[in-house]
C-alpha cells in the first residue's frame, strides 16, 4: 500500500454537508481542542489575541509585490489570532493563475518519520459552505507558524495559556459560575410575620406559591415568613423590626476579584501588561505598559512569522515593519535619542538604537565620536 504523500498529485475529497459531515467535524473539532479548551471563551484570552491580530494587522509587509499581496492584513490578523488562541496556523501555499495565495485551513496535523520539520507532510482539510476538501500536502507548501513548542512534540504548537494550564481553567470555572448564576433564580428575602396555618382541605401547600416565585424571582424582592418576628402580645413595630433583606444567589464581592485576578494572570501569561486593561488608568502607565507591550511580546511574535515566512515563501529580505505602531511611543523615543546624542553618540547610532528617522542632518555634539 502506498502512503498518501508518494502519489504525484495531492489527494482531493470533497464531503457534502450532511449528518456525516456534521459527524466527522464534531470529531475533528473534539481532536483539534483536547482537553484545554476551556479558556478560549473567556474574554481575558480574546483581549489579548484581539490585541495581538489588531496590531498585527497593521504590521506593513516589506517583501517582493506578489509576496506583498498575498500576507493581506486579514492574514496576518489571522496568524496572529491563532498563534495566541490555538498555538499555531496553517495556511495552505497555492499558486493560481500566477498569483500566490495563502488559504487558511481547518482540520491539520503534521505526518513524519523525520525530526526535520522540511520532511514532513500535512493532512490539511479546507471548508467551504457546502464542502470540504482535503489534502495530502509537503511542508514546503504550508505555513506552520507557532507560538512555542514543547520538545518532545515539535510538530504541535503550544499556546501561552496552556502553559498555565491551572489559570486557564480556573478564570474558565469562574465564567461559566457567573453564566449559570445568571441564568438562575437570584433576588432578595424580605421577612414578615408568619401566615396562619391553611386547613386541611386547601389544595395547595403554604410554600408552593412561595416556590413558584422564588424560581421566577430575577432580581426582585419577594416576602418570606418567619415565625420568630411576631409574637402575641408584642407591639406591631416588633414585626416591623425583623424585616431585613436577605440576598441569596452569587456573591459577586467574591467572584468579581477572582475573575479580575485571573483575568490578569491570562493577560500576562500571553504577554500582554493588564494596564491595557484596566479602566480609567492613568496615561503614562498606559503608553509604558504599550511600550513594552510592542517591544516584548509583539515585535517578537513578528520574528517568529517572519522566519517562517522567510524559509516557506523563498523570502529571506521579508520584514514585517511595525514603525506605525511606534506613534504611541514617539515621545519616549524621542527623550531616549535627545539623551544618547548629548552623552556623546553618534546621531546615527543614537536613531538605530530608538528606532528614530532621520529627517534632515543632524551634527553631533562638539566632542562626540565621529
Not at 476538501?133 to 513548542?149: D, E, G, I, N
Request: charged share 25%; glycine share 8%; with cysteine.
Amino acid at each position: 500500500m502506498r502512503w498518501p504523500w508518494q502519489k504525484r498529485e495531492p489527494e482531493q475529497r470533497s464531503t457534502a454537508q450532511g449528518y456525516t459531515a456534521s459527524l466527522t467535524a464534531a470529531f475533528e473539532g473534539a481532536a483539534v481542542a483536547g482537553t484545554e479548551t476551556a479558556p478560549l471563551a473567556t474574554a481575558a484570552l480574546e483581549a489579548a489575541a484581539g490585541l495581538y491580530s489588531r496590531c498585527m494587522a497593521a504590521a506593513v509587509v516589506r517583501a517582493d509585490p506578489t509576496i506583498e499581496r498575498a500576507l493581506t492584513p486579514a492574514v496576518l490578523a489571522l496568524i496572529a489570532r491563532n498563534l495566541i488562541r490555538r498555538g499555531e496556523d496553517f495556511h495552505l501555499i497555492r499558486v493560481r493563475n500566477g498569483r500566490l495565495e495563502l488559504r487558511p485551513q481547518g482540520f491539520t496535523y503534521a505526518h513524519g518519520n523525520s525530526a526535520d520539520p522540511l520532511a514532513w507532510f500535512y493532512s490539511a482539510t479546507e471548508y467551504g459552505p457546502t464542502d470540504s476538501v482535503h489534502r495530502w500536502v509537503p511542508a514546503a507548501s504550508m505555513l506552520h507558524c507557532r507560538y512555542s513548542v514543547d520538545s518532545s512534540r515539535p510538530w504541535l504548537g503550544v499556546p501561552p495559556w496552556s502553559w498555565a494550564s491551572s489559570t486557564g481553567a480556573a478564570i474558565a470555572a469562574l465564567e461559566r459560575l457567573v453564566a449559570n448564576e445568571a441564568k438562575a433564580p437570584h433576588g432578595h428575602l424580605l421577612g414578615v410575620p408568619e401566615a396562619p396555618v391553611l386547613s386541611d382541605d386547601d389544595d395547595e401547600g403554604p410554600l408552593d406559591g412561595f416556590r413558584n416565585d422564588l424560581a421566577a424571582a430575577k432580581g426582585r424582592t419577594l416576602v418570606m415568613e418567619r415565625a420568630s418576628d411576631w409574637k402575641q402580645g408584642e407591639p406591631a413595630g416588633a414585626a416591623r423590626n425583623g424585616m431585613e433583606h436577605v440576598t441569596y444567589g452569587l456573591d459577586r464581592n467574591i467572584v468579581d476579584p477572582l475573575r479580575t485576578a485571573t483575568g490578569r494572570d491570562v493577560l500576562g501569561a500571553c504577554g500582554v501588561p493588564p494596564t491595557l486593561f484596566v479602566p480609567n488608568s492613568d496615561g503614562t502607565a498606559q503608553r509604558e505598559a504599550f511600550r513594552r507591550f510592542l517591544h516584548a511580546s509583539l515585535r517578537p511574535l513578528a520574528r517568529i512569522m517572519e522566519a517562517e515566512f522567510r524559509s516557506k515563501l523563498d523570502a529571506p529580505d521579508l520584514q514585517l515593519d511595525l514603525s506605525e505602531l511606534h506613534a504611541a511611543d514617539v515621545s519616549g523615543r524621542a527623550r531616549s535619542f535627545g539623551q544618547l546624542v548629548k552623552a556623546g553618540v553618534h546621531p546615527e547610532d543614537a536613531a538605530a538604537n530608538t528606532g528614530v528617522v532621520l529627517t534632515r542632518d543632524v551634527r553631533a555634539p562638539e566632542g562626540s565620536a565621529p
